[in-house]
């Protein structure tokens, strides 16, 4: 089986290596350009581009897909899928087309729910109902094409964000391979999205992840349940914070009580070292 995987951060990574454990390794990674990375600004390849060098696979890195002259190495060549997952860009239709049995997505919500750019830090946001993956056929519009295989996961109650994002992308890559072996055989009948049913998420920005919160008492109930779930769905990036007599402490830890009362472990105080939310809060 002959297929491009079109994926750029460490979640399509985590993808890869469950396609791999089934023996369908990509013939070719698209991905975005290097960039510079952190406070130095080092010109940094995306995780997807090292995981191809690693296993000497071949690596395109378009800074466009708007010109169909500079993609002769998808366009002159016989491809079985496209295989899309956290790719970055905006693929024309004339390109979805291009493969056999077309260009397949894993989106990590349960679609038509959380379409958009940030559906798993969404999921612990907003609607934890909408937790699973989604593989569909793509089409012109977003996260809108024709549905082949959806599986849940159960989330009772919030995690944070890192673990949720493991437990996607690797179930991501899981479900990917059980329809690029079953789509061929005509085991899989796509089925259309229920449009009506759609709701949307925005890209998360830093300025989304201030609590609002006086740390000498932290909230109960239905306000501590909502903290919390922030806390989760920016951990890693861009971190939950609070701000307190003028200076901004970073939430690195978190937990939530069975009577639903805000517990705040570690933080990092503006300027200072990471240490425990007891050294400053009593």
Not at 173 to 183: F, I, N, R, T
Not at 218 to 233: D, F, N, Q, S, W
Not at 251 to 261: G, H, V
Request: with cysteine.
């Amino acid at each position: 089986m002959k297929f491009a995987f079109f994926g750029t951060p460490e979640l399509a990574v985590n993808a890869l290596d469950e396609l791999e454990t089934f023996g369908l390794v990509p013939s070719l990674i698209v991905t975005t350009s290097d960039a510079p990375v952190g406070r130095k600004q080092i010109i940094t390849p995306p995780p997807t581009k090292v995981w191809a060098e690693e296993r000497q696979i071949p690596v395109f890195q378009p800074t466009t897909l708007k010109h169909k002259e500079d993609l002769t190495l998808l366009s002159d060549n016989t491809w079985d899928f496209f295989v899309v997952f956290a790719y970055g860009k905006i693929m024309p239709e004339w390109l979805l087309s291009l493969p056999k049995y077309g260009t397949i997505n894993a989106h990590p919500s349960l679609l038509p729910k959380l379409r958009g750019a940030s559906p798993i830090r969404s999921t612990l946001l907003t609607d934890l109902s909408a937790a699973g993956v989604t593989i569909m056929q793509m089409d012109a519009e977003m996260d809108h094409g024709p549905i082949l295989y959806q599986q849940p996961i159960s989330l009772p109650v919030p995690i944070p964000g890192q673990e949720l994002d493991r437990i996607a992308s690797l179930m991501c890559g899981d479900l990917l391979a059980h329809v690029m072996q079953e789509l061929p055989k005509g085991t899989i009948v796509p089925a259309p999205q229920k449009h009506e049913d759609a709701t949307f998420c925005t890209k998360i920005t830093k300025d989304m992840a201030e609590l609002t919160i006086d740390p000498t008492a932290l909230p109960t109930g239905e306000e501590a349940l909502a903290c919390y779930r922030k806390i989760c769905a920016f951990d890693g990036w861009p971190e939950t914070f609070f701000i307190h007599e003028k200076k901004r402490f970073k939430i690195k830890s978190a937990r939530l009580t069975e009577d639903q009362k805000l517990v705040i472990e570690r933080i990092v105080p503006e300027g200072k070292n990471e240490t425990d939310f007891k050294n400053y809060f009593a």
